[in-house]
């Protein structure tokens, strides 16, 4: 199992980034999949998780109304639209696969990180 993470840099306040993870490896289509961050001496958060059929979406309060996750089984990706980006969003982002089709409790993979910085 691979996953390959893309999308990250640095923005300015108020403004937006998309990230992008491709999978490869395992059936795609059967599993939630999500997004996580960990800033600096903070414990990793959920960020965002989509169900395998992509009809059921979850998010962390912080980012409700301003991130938006979506998967494209097609493509064996998923992706994290990011707007109204602010300091505190600051964060090395992780995409992930969870071990079940809803729900990102438990996760099966990690992908390599990709830094976020937003900072005028």
């Known amino acids: 199992v691979q996953l390959q993470a893309s999308g990250g840099g640095l923005v300015q306040p108020g403004g937006s980034l998309r990230l992008s993870c491709a999978a490869y490896g395992f059936v795609f289509e059967d599993y939630a999949v999500g997004w996580f961050r960990q800033a600096p001496g903070k414990e990793r958060e959920g960020v965002a998780c989509?169900?395998?059929?992509?009809?059921?979406?979850t998010y962390a309060d912080s980012v409700k109304g301003r991130f938006t996750i979506s998967r494209d089984n097609q493509k064996t990706s998923w992706y994290l639209q990011m707007n109204s980006l602010k300091p505190e969003d600051t964060s090395v982002y992780y995409c992930a696969v969870s071990r079940t089709w809803i729900g990102c409790d438990k996760i099966a993979y990690w992908g390599q990180g990709t830094q976020v910085t937003v900072s005028s």
């Open positions: 989509i169900q395998h059929s992509g009809g059921d979406t």
